[in-house]
């Protein structure tokens, strides 16, 4: 099923609001005007009465005089019925009041009323009168003939509907054609927006011809741009530098299997043979596990098994698996402080095993890697510095992306020196909802990580799914 356009659902909204508006007006102004003639007629009808209250108080009741000058006061004013009653008796009646309008006054409740009798409307008041000589219990009934004022009524009506009828289908052409004026910003925007591919991703949408209502949509618009842009630049890298890490070792055995197969050779030279290709197919191994490693952390698939543990002695047991490299390079280790955290013991040992292995490559011969540990503020703290050369300014921003190494010209063979090592120790820390922080000068470069010692802090965060 087609759903309706913006424009039509603006149209047909901005059409009811102006047929809403145009009812409740017209429906004030009919209460209003039945209210003024109302109060009029009220008006009107109690000056009568009061004039008809002191003619009886002044003669017996009934005498010619007595109609005479009732009459003189019914007939000085249009439309006016007038009938007196003692006791449901008619004891006077005006010219106009008919038979059956006088048989109607029996039936008649409450001091101000409306009758309708053979096509006429009346609107009438009761009164008892009390100040009369020789009769009790007298009652005036007053009415005003408001046959043309309600004929009015109805045909201001009839119009109105017609008038509203037309009034809404003009409306909604009219606002169907504005908002399509309106929405041409729109239009322009979208055709923009069209011409955008995944090879011009670093163009942006002018704000100058958009409308103000619309900046908030582009700059948002603009900066997903360059999100898409980063993100594209950085899985382009990601397939070239995956292709070239598994060329190499793919490269080291096709030259190797081609050399030993120029000639025949002992069974020592092909157990060596495999030996060296059983550890390049290691090699790519580890390499696919950290490779899966870091898709299920993209995909918050890393779900840390926590537990309260002692960080000094999770970190001793880094550094005694590391000793011996050290010792090779002279390289001496200072463990300092305490401190508690809930982590997942084994991999907190990765990301620190990652820190350690890659500040005693780079270190300084004989010097210290300092490891300092501390606790403030239900945060814990660990921090692992090494003297040696300074990482550039330009390459701490991305020392933690994924194939991207300081020093090109390492490859030892390992598998962290393919640039995968601090990528995996940052999913690591981000999975416990810790930070992570390098920070390099004055020939001191250290990494710094905190994480939250509380159940509280660590509390895993869903994130919301796109919605289409």
Request: with cysteine; aromatic share 8%; glycine share 4%.
């Amino acid at each position: 099923m087609r759903k309706t356009s913006l424009r039509s659902r603006i149209a047909i909204l901005f059409t009811l609001v102006v047929t809403i508006v145009l009812v409740l007006a017209a429906i004030s102004f009919s209460y209003f005007c039945r209210l003024h003639f109302e109060r009029k007629d009220t008006l009107v009808l109690t000056s009568k009465v009061s004039a008809i209250e002191q003619i009886l108080s002044t003669e017996k009741i009934p005498s010619r005089r007595i109609a005479a000058s009732i009459n003189n006061i019914v007939e000085n004013s249009y439309g006016i019925t007038a009938v007196l009653m003692a006791e449901d008796r008619p004891i006077y009646a005006s010219g106009n009041a008919s038979e059956e309008i006088i048989n109607s006054l029996s039936r008649l409740l409450g001091q101000r009323w409306a009758l309708d009798v053979s096509g006429s409307q009346y609107s009438g008041i009761t009164k008892s009168l009390d100040a009369t000589i020789d009769q009790d219990n007298v009652t005036a009934f007053l009415a005003l003939d408001v046959t043309h004022r309600v004929h009015f009524f109805d045909m201001i009506m009839e119009w109105f509907f017609y008038t509203l009828f037309a009034s809404a289908l003009l409306s909604g052409i009219l606002g169907f054609l504005l908002i399509k004026k309106g929405l041409e910003p729109i239009s322009s925007l979208s055709k923009t927006t069209s011409t955008i591919t995944a090879k011009c991703l670093d163009t942006s949408v002018s704000t100058e011809s958009i409308p103000e209502e619309l900046h908030e949509l582009v700059d948002n618009f603009n900066e997903m741009l360059v999100r898409l842009d980063e993100s594209f630049v950085r899985l382009s890298g990601f397939s070239a530098d995956i292709a070239h890490e598994l060329r190499t070792p793919l490269n080291n055995m096709l030259t190797q299997y081609e050399v030993w197969l120029i000639k025949d050779r002992d069974k020592a030279d092909y157990k060596e043979m495999l030996f060296s290709s059983l550890e390049e197919l290691r090699r790519m191994s580890r390499m696919v596990d950290d490779m899966l490693f870091l898709a299920k952390s993209d995909n918050r698939l890393i779900v840390p098994n926590l537990g309260k543990a002692d960080l000094a002695k999770l970190a001793e047991s880094v550094v005694e698996y590391h000793e011996y490299l050290a010792e090779d390079k002279g390289v001496n280790f200072d463990l300092s402080g305490n401190a508690a955290a809930l982590v997942d013991a084994p991999m907190l040992q990765r990301a620190l095993s990652n820190i350690i292995s890659n500040a005693i490559r780079y270190a300084d011969p004989d010097s210290t890697i300092t490891i300092e540990l501390s606790a403030k503020h239900n945060v814990s703290s660990i921090v692992v510095s090494n003297r040696g050369a300074e990482i550039p300014e330009f390459h701490l921003a991305r020392i933690f992306d994924r194939f991207y190494r300081v020093d090109t010209a390492r490859r030892e063979g390992s598998t962290n020196n393919a640039g995968l090592g601090m990528a995996i120790t940052r999913s690591i820390i981000e999975a416990h909802r810790g930070k992570i922080f390098c920070n390099s000068s004055e020939r001191l470069t250290s990494f710094s990580i905190y994480l939250p010692n509380k159940p509280d802090d660590v509390t895993p965060q869903v994130e919301r799914p796109c919605q289409n």
